[in-house]
């Protein structure tokens, strides 16, 4: 009879010596088990990107691809044992990231707002939690992890100069209120921003908030 310690983790390199006997072993116990908890295991990555993480420092800290962990994350694809025994062991500690000035995030960030854009519609853009975009935006968070800080950017390019649909009573309330906050807070559209200066901590634009129309609907 086997020791109760072994398990399919064990067996799961296929090139091991003893792969096909001790599968066989595991089968004739009921005990195979070549399948991670994938639900688990996605809640974890969510919560991993709670905290800022991108799919490439869970790749780093986990030994996995980018883009293995993305599928995983965004399908209902079944997660073989090992690979989600990687990601379960990721800590958000073990997360080594590159960090930059938040002054480039937090004014186009800021800059979106004015054209409408909440939080949560970037949150979501992004595949963060709000809160990530509500901190860097208006509680004077000093630095970013520097993947957010690029597709922050990426975002903000995409959007700038454009409004976003306000067709529902839902998508009016919410432009609404996202004009008001930086109606309130004198946030510049994007238009008004200078590029050069914008990484500096100590930068202010000189321009205040107006209402800008854009180009056309996000």
């Known amino acids: 009879m086997p020791d109760e310690s072994f398990s399919a983790r064990t067996m799961s390199d296929k090139n091991g010596k003893h792969y096909n006997t001790n599968r066989g072993v595991l089968i004739a116990l009921n005990r195979w088990q070549p399948w991670a908890d994938g639900e688990k295991v996605r809640k974890h990555l969510e919560d991993l990107k709670a905290t800022g993480a991108t799919w490439r420092s869970i790749g780093r800290a986990s030994g996995l691809g980018e883009a293995t962990i993305w599928a995983i994350a965004t399908t209902s694809q079944l997660v073989k044992l090992r690979t989600g025994e990687m990601l379960l062991a990721v800590k958000p500690e073990d997360l080594i990231v590159d960090r ?9 960030i800021r800059s979106l707002v004015a054209m409408g854009h909440s939080y949560s519609r970037q949150a979501r853009f992004l595949g963060i939690d709000h809160e990530i975009i509500q ?83 996000a």
Do not use: C
């Open 100 to 108: 930059v000035s938040s002054g480039g995030a937090k004014w186009r």
């Open 135 to 217: 901190q860097i935006a208006s509680r004077g968070q000093q630095t970013v992890a520097i993947d957010l800080d690029v597709r922050i950017r990426e975002l903000w390019l995409r959007l700038w100069d454009k409004r976003p649909a306000a067709f529902t009573a839902a998508q009016k309330t919410s432009v609404t209120k996202a004009l008001k906050m930086a109606e309130k807070n004198n946030w510049p559209t994007g238009a008004n921003l200078d590029e050069d200066k914008i990484y500096d901590p100590d930068y202010q634009p000189d321009a205040i908030w107006q209402y800008a129309p854009g180009i056309g609907i």
